[in-house]
């Protein structure tokens, strides 16, 4: 089996910030109430122009400039996102579009929060088996598009992003070690948009009830993020032979710093090697961990042979974690 890694990344995080002091003008909250419950303090919005494809498109220009990537040697597009331009075609179509990348296969991902993961294994066996090369794994949200702002226990919670990274197969030491995803719809209703599918198509009586927005049972979520974060990173952890104590950096999904605190003390992973930019970004899915990543290697964080193991849980309930050798 080949090994892929990640060559380059990017990201982008739209100019508009959305404070918590903000949000207070908007529904009954406080900063206060919101950085003791989830470490957020501001969020990203993306303008009413700007949909999830441009954002993407952002983020892929900023890695192939920084990391002197041809975008011609692209020869896969993955998307994850839940927030697409379109129901069809795909997101990842309008980035192949703007960044003039003609007749190399590209598709979404609809794994919310683990997105990214997704995509990557997904890259992983398109390497595997085909005689392609290179790909392009992107995820992000814009939320704001999908966020009931009359909610306050939702509405504090999420920001808009996009990450990326392109990944090939690798000839060194470096790479995933290892690459773990599940899923259980048995708790679909637990956090999900109820309206705008096939299911339950829009009609007057789903916009006026606001069913095309976000709809979360909180507490429930939170009981099944943290045991489940905590199997992935287990399992990701035990196929790649390694063990907690030999990670550099944990990455996790940006939901809930609670969650993140509380993950990293079941895996024994000390504070200090627990990335957090969430105070930042807000909960930006399927963006967080490929946002995360960029930021830190663009800091200067990322060093040659480091061991990351990155994490996520999203709707679906999906999961996912990565064991890589940078």
């Keep these: 089996m080949k090994r892929i890694k990640i060559i380059g990344t990017g990201s982008y995080l739209p100019e508009k910030v959305l404070t918590n002091d903000d949000l207070t003008k908007m529904v009954d909250t406080s900063d206060e109430w919101i950085t003791q419950r989830t470490g957020i303090k501001e969020r990203h919005i993306a ?103 009359n909610d306050r226990s939702t509405c504090v919670l999420f920001g808009d992003g996009v990450g990326c990274a392109v990944v090939e197969e690798s000839h060194d030491q470096s790479g995933l070690l290892s690459i773990y995803i599940g899923a259980d719809g048995n708790m679909e209703n637990l956090l999900h948009q109820p309206a705008g599918g096939s299911r339950n198509p829009a009609t007057f009586e789903t916009v006026e009830k606001k ?27 035990s196929m790649a032979n390694i063990s907690s104590e030999d990670i550099k950096w944990f990455v996790p999904h940006q939901a809930n710093i609670r969650i993140i605190d509380t993950t990293a003390k079941y895996l024994k992973v000390p504070k200090e090697k627990v990335f957090v930019n969430i105070d930042k970004t807000a909960n930006t899915s399927a ?21 990351i193991l990155i994490d996520a ?14």
């Design 47 to 149: 303008s009413q122009e700007e949909a999830t494809s441009d954002l993407g498109v952002k983020a892929a220009r900023r890695c192939f400039e920084t990391f002197d990537i041809d975008p011609k040697s692209i020869d896969c597009i993955i998307f994850g996102t839940v927030t697409p331009d379109k129901l069809f075609p795909s997101t990842a179509i309008y980035v192949q579009k703007a960044l003039n990348l003609p007749n190399i296969p590209a598709f979404d991902i609809s794994a919310a929060c683990s997105g990214f993961i997704y995509g990557l294994a997904i890259a992983n066996g398109i390497i595997n088996s085909t005689s392609m090369k290179r790909a392009l794994v992107l995820g992000g949200e814009t939320l704001s598009k999908v966020t009931n702002w």
């Design 211 to 237: 069913l095309h927005t976000i709809h979360m049972e909180g507490n429930e979520v939170y009981k099944y993020a943290v045991n489940t974060m905590q199997m992935a990173a287990e399992k990701a952890l």
């Design 287 to 307: 963006g967080s961990i490929p946002i995360a990543l960029d930021q830190m290697n663009r800091d200067g964080l990322l060093k040659k042979g480091d061991i």
């Design 313 to 326: 849980f999203g709707a679906g309930f999906t999961w996912g974690a990565s064991v890589i050798r940078w």
